[in-house]
């Protein structure tokens, strides 16, 4: 969504100066992913955050504190997370230094038969309670609960195509064409979710590609974006509201005014890992 990434970063540091005077809860963000049949990807990360609550018609003042709790990520590095799958089967994984964790796993179990008719799998993610650092969170009371949920897309036998679309400018409005890209940045903070402008008819089109000849064919759809994963949330949010058919949202981490892999390029190691 910003390609111009140095107009972040007055906003991070003073984000991260401001948490230093804050304990927030511990939670575990899941971010909607693609998974093969007998293939396991979930990404996910580890925060410190109050969780977000993105609703319709919000004020000046609380779409500015929601773009205040969005940048401020106060990550819980190399956190020992643990997933569960419906059929109760168990895998654990460690979060990086920045608190991303990835589940990327081959199975010797179906994961269709464990999916719903959408080809979504749902699933749990929770901290691992036999460690010194969460002792200490459950202490302090920083753990309201110790359970999130989440899903990732198995795609169903009907589907006959998959559809990869970019979001900026494709089927979201950013502005990345004005001046010095200050639209984009005035978009990003300071506009809600449901007062960002989609592409006229593209909901409607995507839609029917999603549907497919068939009008069942449940194809999946797959969302790029420059987007820091900061954004998935908003992204996701805005995508429902305008009734775009669901699908995995592909963001990247944090970036960098020399970070430029290529939108394609992070598609094709995703789905290389989430496939084969």
Known sequence: MLEWDFLYQPFITYFHVMALFKRDPWILDIYRTYSGKNHLYIRGRALED???????????????????????????????????????????????????????????????????????????????????????????????????NGETLIPPQSAVYGVISDIDDTIMHTGVTSFLKIRVAFNTFFKNYDRRLPLKGAASLYQLLHRGPSGNDQNPMFYLSNSPWNLYKYLEKFLDFHGFPKGPILLRDFPTPWDRTPKLKRLIKYMSCSIF
């Open 50 to 148: 109050q969780p977000l609550k993105h609703y319709e018609q919000q004020t000046f003042y609380q779409t500015l504190r929601n773009t205040w709790r969005t940048f401020k990520t106060d990550e819980i590095r190399n956190a020992s997370v643990g997933l569960t799958l419906p059929n109760g089967t168990q895998f654990e994984t460690k979060a990086d230094h920045e608190g991303y964790f990835l589940f990327d796993i081959t199975v010797d179990i179906d994961l269709e038969d464990l999916s719903d008719d959408e080809g979504y799998l749902s699933l749990a993610v929770k901290f691992d309670e036999d460690n010194a650092a969460f002792t200490k969170a459950k202490k302090q009371k920083r753990l309201a609960k110790n359970s999130f």
